[in-house]
């Protein structure tokens, strides 16, 4: 009870924010962001354009991965009208597609840049039909997860060597939801199950399980990070409830009315960026590893996501899965 009401009110925690603060907010204590380089998925729209346009106004240089290279060039104008200045680069990337997630990285890694930043956003949510990617998987799997984590795995090499040669600390924020614990279940066997069609395909069940294991995925990755020694951060963030674009073919009656009643919880989107950008830049997260957060402050993911040895297996099955889907298996880390 004591939880609802500091969200309602947007009470301040601990780190002096709340369910009410802005992403504007929670980066005014480091405006000169300019000795930065980011990427941020899934910033056309939505929470990932918010947090790109704050990035870009504090300075720092921001890589926009789309699918739709124009709407990510849309984007790019967007900032520049607002800030002349900006260092805005568009590349493509699927994130369904583990080959686009293998050519953006090569791509972007021969551009010789640093990478201080690397922010998971995209989220997709499957409505309808079962859809498998090109590789064969679960749709919003592949998209919120799978392609995530390789994308973060061809990349930390270049995070943890720009970390060592700037001394600035390397973070990766995953973009989660509370909506992770609404799957208790074992995820291996409903992906299988699923994948197969011997269960009824259910969108809010599948996206569950892609947010579960984004938290996993932070979980066994700051464990990584730690044994090597690395100079890189990595944190697991729910930015709260709002209505963006991942919800926008639920259009309709019920829809409109379910917002209307819950608008009192709903946050703007400046507010649901705010929480990732305070996990990605505010100097209270320094060498804060491992954790999930919310409205800013360090929350409880569910007990199915707290578990060291289930985010060892996802780690394993993940890398099972990007080597059955590509002749090539990637160096382990």
């Given at each position: ?17 709340g369910s009410k603060s802005t992403a504007e907010e929670v980066t005014a204590a480091c405006p000169d962001l ?91 949510f499957s409505h309808g039909q079962l859809a498998l990617s090109e590789d064969g998987f679960e749709m919003t ?179 099972d899965m990007i080597c059955a889907a590509s002749s090539q298996p990637e160096r382990n880390i």
């Open positions: 009870m004591l939880q609802a009401a500091r969200y309602l009110l947007g009470s301040p925690g601990a780190s002096g924010f300019g000795s930065l380089t980011a990427i941020i998925t899934g910033a056309t729209s939505g929470i990932g354009a918010e947090t790109a346009r704050v990035l870009a106004k504090r300075g720092a240089r921001v890589v926009i991965p789309a699918r739709s290279v124009k709407a990510a060039e849309d984007m790019r104008a967007r900032i520049l009208g607002e800030c002349p200045s900006a260092d805005v680069l568009v590349l493509h990337l699927d994130l369904s597609s583990l080959a686009s997630v293998r050519d953006f990285a090569r791509r972007f890694l021969s551009l010789g840049l640093p990478l201080h930043l690397l922010i998971n956003n995209a989220g997709k799997f592949a998209t919120n997860y799978l392609g995530h984590f390789l994308l973060t795995k061809l990349l930390l090499a270049r995070m943890a060597e720009t970390a060592a040669a700037t001394g600035v600390q390397g973070r990766i924020v995953n973009v989660s939801s509370s909506v992770h614990g609404w799957f208790s279940g074992d995820w291996a066997d409903y992906l299988q199950l699923v994948t197969r069609r011997k269960i009824p395909y259910d969108a809010t069940q599948a996206y569950a399980v892609s947010k579960l294991a984004n938290v996993l995925h932070t979980k066994e990755l700051a464990a990584r990070l730690r044994e090597m020694g690395a100079d890189v951060t990595v944190n697991c963030v729910h930015p709260g409830i709002v209505r963006t674009r991942l919800n926008r073919d639920r259009e309709g009656l019920i829809t409109d009315l379910a917002f209307v009643l819950l608008s009192k919880l709903l946050k703007t989107i400046p507010q649901a960026a705010a929480t990732t950008c305070y996990a990605a830049v505010h100097p209270r997260m320094a060498g804060v590893s491992g954790r999930y957060l919310a409205d800013c402050n360090e929350a409880l993911p569910s007990p199915a996501a707290a578990s060291r040895r289930e985010a060892a297996r996802l780690w394993q099955a993940s890398e």
